[in-house]
């Protein structure tokens, strides 16, 4: 087998954002870009030479060839082996628990997420650390160092591997294990919950929906929910992964799943709903009549997730991003828990999560999670939720019920703003930066502004300081406006709006959220001055 060294020159932009470097996908299929970045992930790790990897992607286009092109490149740098999934297929969640359960130094995860596929779409790669955790942000950041003075690259000229039987073969002195995607997740989640009250709820006719947007999530959720739970066949839908994930967004939320939507709102509603993104670490919630929203869901998962067996110790504590809505503050403040606020990515729970000072993390953005692996769980979400409601005997929307009552309702929405010009958005973001120190006092649309300033954040853990994590404005009486720019798209900028008021008025749990938030809405316009910088008067996805 021929090794080759071959010469390259750095390449502008391959700087990991919130979750890795996503890019066009055909930025990636453009010469020297994938091999470019993964030389500079070698050579930050200290060289992959004698190392244990884990291997897999969501199986969008392109995924299959970009496995080649890494195990070739693991080959030249002499790693000592890489597991991958069979068809170089893994969910993230997956792969963070095969990462962790077989010892190895890290792995990679080829997904662009949520966002579409295809040769004109998106295509994601990041790599995640020993932990199983996303790479901190200093290891992203020699990263790019690297890509800014990458030279050459190392890659071992060979057939293709045939990824499609499971066992071990040979790529010069690397060993490739070819292993079952699902098996090793399923035998964790049967470990973690009531498999037997679940299978109970649906021997007893209790009836779901779980959508897996021809993403990742399809054979994880055919395997467990069906084979193993017994959900009737069927219920899984849209489960057969494909390379342009069928056409669409494999986003579930509000919109990109909206048939959903009016699936729960309509006369043949199932009991329960469900949906789950590309690579799989996302998950909708939805009940006949009603759709959860993830900040709701962290909160009610927080304070009934003692149900589950692998969490019937209790919760250590409990961390959000810090735009996620603070229900979950209540519950832990109620419970006498920890509460982090962290910023937006999954890669900030990690530590909090090694310390063993939280059990379970979210995200406003359908990412929920605990410390059985450490990245956001899709199905893990939907599980959790099945076996509260299994115990519970509760439906969804008694569930929601029941949690307002007892800790009152954060209201909450977030409305993004896509595709604006990158820098009239950095200047927007820029004046209103310029304004915090003037902000306190003053009154929009009748509400009055107590404090404003930048989030920054202090890892308590291992010190880490994070500066520039979103602009917060807090007003009398509870509400709070966040604005940040989108760290995962690959064209423009998104603004995203995150928009939230606190109300425990027993008369007022049941409002429509947009009629509550209305004065937030117009404030968040006053303040940052959205329609006048960038001519847009609505926001094109709201959540
Ligand atoms: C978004 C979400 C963030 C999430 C990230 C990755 O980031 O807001 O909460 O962690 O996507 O999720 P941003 O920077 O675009 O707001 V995934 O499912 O793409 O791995
Ligand atoms: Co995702």
Not at 395 to 410: E, I, K, L, Y
Request: glycine fraction near 12%; include cysteine.
């Amino acid at each position: 087998m021929q090794r080759r060294t071959i010469q390259t020159h750095p390449i502008e932009g391959q700087k990991p954002g919130t979750s890795g470097l996503r890019k066009k996908t055909r930025v990636f299929m453009g010469p020297h870009y994938l091999e470019n970045f993964v030389q500079a992930i070698w050579l930050a790790i200290g060289g992959v030479r004698g190392k244990t990897l884990v291997l897999g992607g969501d199986g969008r286009y392109f995924n299959d060839r970009a496995a080649q092109v890494i195990l070739r490149m693991a080959a030249a740098g002499g790693a000592a082996k890489v597991i991958v999934g069979q068809n170089a297929l893994l969910s993230t969640p997956a792969a963070s628990n095969l990462i962790r359960q077989r010892r190895t130094d890290g792995g990679i995860i080829l997904s662009a997420s949520h966002n579409p596929g295809g040769p004109d779409e998106d295509f994601g790669i990041k790599f995640n650390c020993a932990n199983g955790g996303p790479a901190p942000e200093d290891l992203t950041g020699r990263m790019y160092e690297e890509t800014r003075r990458m030279t050459s690259y190392d890659i071992v000229e060979a057939q293709d591997v045939d990824l499609s039987r499971l066992g071990a073969l040979r790529l010069g002195d690397t060993v490739i294990e070819i292993v079952d995607p699902v098996a090793d997740y399923a035998s964790l989640m049967a470990r973690l919950f009531d498999f037997e009250a679940i299978r109970a709820l649906f021997a007893g006719g209790f009836t779901l929906r779980f959508d897996a947007m021809h993403a990742v999530t399809g054979p994880y959720a055919r395997a467990i929910l069906e084979d193993m739970l017994g959900a009737p066949s069927g219920s899984v839908v849209n489960a057969e992964p494909k390379p342009d994930f069928g056409g669409g967004h494999p986003d579930p939320n509000p919109i990109w799943a909206k048939y959903l939507v009016d699936l729960v709102m309509g006369p043949d509603a199932p009991d329960f709903a469900a949906a789950s993104d590309g690579d799989g670490d996302r998950n909708m919630i939805l009940g006949r009549g009603i759709v959860v929203t993830p900040s709701d869901s962290l909160a009610v998962l927080a304070a009934n997730a003692h149900l589950a067996p692998g969490y019937a110790r209790g919760l250590t504590g409990v961390a959000r991003s810090m735009p996620t809505s603070r229900a979950v503050d209540r519950v832990a403040a109620a419970r006498g828990l920890d509460l982090y606020e962290t910023p937006t990515g999954w890669k900030f729970f990690g530590t909090l999560l090694d310390a063993g000072r939280v059990t379970l993390c979210g995200e406003e953005s359908a990412g929920t999670g605990s410390d059985h692996v450490r990245e956001k769980d899709g199905l893990w979400a939907v599980l959790l939720w099945l076996n509260i409601l299994a115990v519970t005997g509760r439906s969804v929307a008694d569930t929601m019920r029941a949690h307002s009552r007892d800790f009152g309702r954060n209201y909450y929405t977030r409305h993004d703003y896509e595709g604006l010009e990158s820098d009239a958005a950095a200047a927007m973001m820029a004046a209103l930066r310029a304004r915090l120190p003037d902000l306190p006092g003053q009154d929009f649309a009748g509400r009055r502004v107590e404090t404003a300033d930048e989030f920054a954040y202090d890892d308590p853990v291992d010190g880490a300081h994070s500066a520039g994590q979103g602009i917060r404005v807090h007003f009398a009486g509870g509400a709070r406006i966040v604005f940040r720019l989108s760290g995962t798209g690959t064209e423009g900028a998104t603004l995203r709006v995150y928009l939230e008021d606190y109300i425990s008025d027993p008369a007022r749990l049941e409002l429509p959220v947009e009629e509550v938030l209305a004065d937030m809405i117009a404030a968040a316009d006053a303040i940052a001055e959205i329609h006048a910088r960038t001519g847009r008067t609505a926001p094109d996805v709201r959540t």
